[in-house]
């Protein structure tokens, strides 16, 4: 008996040391998990055929950020396009074309660390590098507070939910969006203690309950990265007015797969912000 139970604890001691030591190895390699850049810049708008203006801009803390400015004839509305956590702004020449199809001028950076931005990836330099670009629009660009959309695609979604808790903005919108980094942690690494090891916070569903400007919600029911429920749960903590749409295909390409479904449905809340104005909210619903 003595025997067996020295075995069991020798066991039990071998799995705590083990689950220890992958918990220490996840909090360490954390960083190299969330950001994953690219530094090199293959494409660019012109190979669409689109006019573009190469950006450099310094943020507070003094980090050069590279980003491009795609103008649309006779544009209304800016997209300020915070992407996701992969390559660099030129891996979103497809949403950049379907965004100018749709008369929208847009505005696109590259976080610290990401393409030619200098610097390296962190929580607090992702917001700042946001906040930079949105100052570059309002002084550089001389646009005025309702003219400019946030658009943030995954962690974009967070860092431009962040955003729009700190400006005046038209809208917000979160494509592929989770609640937080913690929650996206536990729902892929249930046994692990996701909220003792975790280093980064991206709590997008504290900011979405603090912005005041109407909110978009798109999310794909097959997206296998940031699970379907989170999108649900961002919406439901999002004020009014509010918009969900639901699109199809993976987390990389629903906005492609779902075609029409997507561009009509951007469209059809592009012509509700025409119309609203916080003074009529409450007559005026999202169709």
């Given at each position: 008996m003595k025997r067996i139970i020295k075995m069991i604890w020798s066991v039990l001691t071998v799995l705590v040391i083990a689950y220890l030591?992958?918990?220490?190895?996840?909090?360490?390699?954390?960083?190299?998990?969330l950001y994953?850049?690219?530094?090199?810049?293959?494409?660019d708008p012109e190979q669409l055929g689109l006019n573009f203006e190469n950006v450099q801009l310094r943020t507070e803390d003094d980090v050069k950020l590279a980003g491009w400015f795609i103008p649309a004839e006779n544009a209304e509305f800016t997209f300020l396009f915070c992407h996701g956590n992969g390559g660099n702004i030129s891996h979103r020449l497809d949403s950049i074309n379907i965004f100018n199809g749709l008369g929208l001028n847009c505005f696109i950076f590259d976080y610290r660390g990401y393409g030619n931005s200098g610097g390296k990836p962190t929580e607090e330099g992702t917001y700042r590098d946001a906040m930079a670009s949105y100052k570059w629009l309002r002084q550089e660009k001389k646009l005025p507070a309702e003219k400019i959309i946030l658009f943030g695609r995954s962690l974009g979604g967070s860092v431009a939910a962040y955003l729009a808790g700190k400006v005046e903005v038209k809208g917000l919108i979160i494509e592929g969006g989770f609640t937080s980094y913690v929650d996206i942690g536990q729902k892929f690494y249930p046994y692990?203690?996701?909220?003792l090891f975790a280093s980064y916070c991206y709590k997008t569903i504290d900011y979405v309950r603090i912005v005041n400007c109407?909110?978009?919600?798109?999310?794909?029911?097959?997206?296998e990265?940031?699970?379907?429920?989170?999108?649900?749960?961002?919406?439901?903590?999002?004020?009014?007015?509010?918009?969900?749409?639901?699109?199809?295909?993976?987390?990389?390409?629903?906005?492609?797969y779902s075609g029409e479904v997507y561009r009509q449905g951007l469209a059809k809340w592009i012509q509700f912000l025409r119309e609203y104005s916080p003074e009529n909210a409450e007559k005026k619903q999202i169709p």
């Open positions: 030591g992958l918990g220490i190895i996840l909090y360490f390699r954390q960083s190299s998990f994953v850049p690219t530094a090199e810049v293959l494409y692990m203690a996701v909220r109407p909110v978009l919600m798109i999310h794909s029911r097959e997206d990265v940031v699970p379907f429920e989170f999108g649900l749960k961002l919406y439901e903590a999002a004020n009014e007015p509010k918009e969900f749409i639901e699109i199809f295909g993976s987390h990389n390409d629903g906005f492609l």
